[in-house]
């Protein structure tokens, strides 16, 4: 407990005097200001090295397309950024060690790249309600949808509590591994598969309405995502900053038994398609489908992202999530050469429930990621498989001092966010600009005036 208070006042401490992760040059996230502070106080031990969360420039906002969520073939890292220091970190900071690591970069690129930050299908806040239950005048499986919803609400901890819960913070530990990868004549094991995976953490804050920041650490290789209600960005090592094209998404990790409510709103639309025995739990399936506008927004140039569906099957017997399919197809069509398609799914299984502050967290899981690529000829297809093992060690709602500077993009993004402001914002700004240039003027214009009655003096 004492920990926790400690944590939770150095980090009231930071934001009050305004070290935000995005605002300065040397950017620090959340989970940074303890360790800052405490490498300020101590002289012991070699100088540690902090990572700034914006990266190195890169000129305009790179658009982020489902394809390019996976690590890019033929780039370079941007640097080997490390810092041995979040070992020791005080607030939960994921680490970024290096020891023991078997695996390539291209391997650690693609586990980053696919697992590190994926988004869900479709647009909600966390903010909305569910609506009344209503049988009349709508379909058998949309009611159903809605009665499920209801019930996991209701297991999770009830609808009051969590609307009292402003903002979240969860820490974790993962384990990834790149399994193999099958063509049509062969598969080829990965030669880490058969001895230990690549192990890191991660820690994820929330905050209403609708932004998030999450960092996650694997193998000495940092990925950051974040999202202020406006823009969703995400930085790796590779890429630099680049921001998500189409509509603001959830994170998918925080729909892995995180964040209830906001999974609850997640499959307000969807529909009860039948039941499913899951590790021999009789559970309900709900389906989502990401609409067409959505689809053609989140598409770019050569990429078009034909389907993204999401499936949620909540436990008959316990009401609450128990496992998270989604699977999204992409096309991929250059000029003079035959279409490419790629197909992610991931299945994720939720488990070890356990209350935190009344609210029930899946504090384990595991997911499995397939990327399948097929579509040049009958013969060139290949697909690689993918592992993650998570577990939640920390998890705490409406922490104090937590505040809307701790979700600012990278500084090189947010022009970007200009196109968004409504146009009451808009006017409301202007209105604000023109009347603090007629303040300054009629300063300007006193100031005169008091030096032409000095010189008359």
């Known amino acids: 407990m004492e920990r926790r208070q400690g944590f939770f006042s150095t980090l009231k401490d930071e934001v009050v005097r305004g070290l935000s992760p995005a605002r300065r040059g040397r950017s620090h996230s959340p989970a940074d200001l303890g360790l800052l502070r405490r490498r300020r106080r101590s002289s012991v031990g070699p100088p540690e090295i902090l990572v700034s969360r914006s990266g190195s420039y890169r000129p305009g906002a790179e658009t982020l397309s489902p394809l390019r969520e996976g690590p890019d073939p033929n780039g370079s890292d941007s640097g080997d950024q490390k810092s041995d220091g979040w070992a020791h970190w005080l607030c939960r900071a994921p680490s970024a060690s290096t020891s023991g690591s078997g695996y390539s970069r291209s391997d650690l690129r693609l586990l980053l790249g696919v697992l590190g930050a994926p988004l869900a299908p479709v647009h909600v806040s966390n903010i909305d309600t569910l609506p009344h239950l209503s ?44 399994s193999d990868i099958e063509t049509a004549t ?76 906001t999974t609850a709103n997640m499959f307000i639309n969807a529909r009860c398609t039948g039941e499913k025995k899951i590790n021999g739990e009789d559970c309900f399936i709900l389906k989502l489908c990401a609409d067409p506008h959505t689809l053609k927004a989140r598409s770019e140039g050569p990429a078009e992202i034909i389907r993204h569906v999401l499936f949620g099957y909540f436990s008959q017997k316990t009401g609450l999530l128990v496992h998270l399919e989604d699977s999204h197809l992409t096309r991929i069509q250059t000029n003079g050469v035959e279409a490419v398609y790629w197909e992610t799914t991931i299945n994720s299984v939720l488990g070890d429930y356990r209350p935190v502050e009344g609210i029930m967290i899946a504090h384990s899981g595991r997911s499995v990621v397939t990327l399948f690529r097929f579509g040049e000829t009958a013969m060139s297809h290949t697909k690689t498989r993918m592992e993650e093992v998570w577990t939640i ?8 001092g937590l505040s809307m500077d701790c979700f600012i993009p990278p500084s090189e993004l947010r022009f970007g966010q200009e196109c968004e402001v409504p146009r009451e914002d808009r006017v409301k700004n202007a209105v604000v600009a023109a009347a603090a240039a007629a303040y300054r003027a009629k300063v300007a214009a006193l100031e005169k005036s008091r030096d032409q009655n000095v010189k008359n003096l």
């Open 135 to 178: 049988i009349k005048d709508t379909p058998i499986e949309t009611s159903s949808a809605q009665y499920i919803l209801q019930q996991y609400l209701a297991a999770s901890g009830g609808h009051k509590l969590q609307s009292s819960i402003q903002n979240a913070y969860a820490m974790g530990n993962v384990k990834m591994l790149a």
């Open 393 to 400: 060690e920390e998890v705490a709602f409406n922490v104090p």
């Open 186 to 261: 062969k598969v080829i094991k990965n030669r880490s598969s058969s001895k230990v995976a690549e192990s890191g953490s991660f820690v994820l804050w929330q905050m209403n309405p609708d932004m998030w920041y999450v960092e996650l650490a694997l193998g000495g290789s940092k990925v950051r995502a974040g999202c202020n209600g406006k823009l969703v960005w995400r930085h790796t090592p590779w890429l630099g900053a680049h921001s998500a094209k189409g509509p603001v998404r959830p994170l998918r990790r925080a729909l892995q038994g995180l964040d209830p409510r």
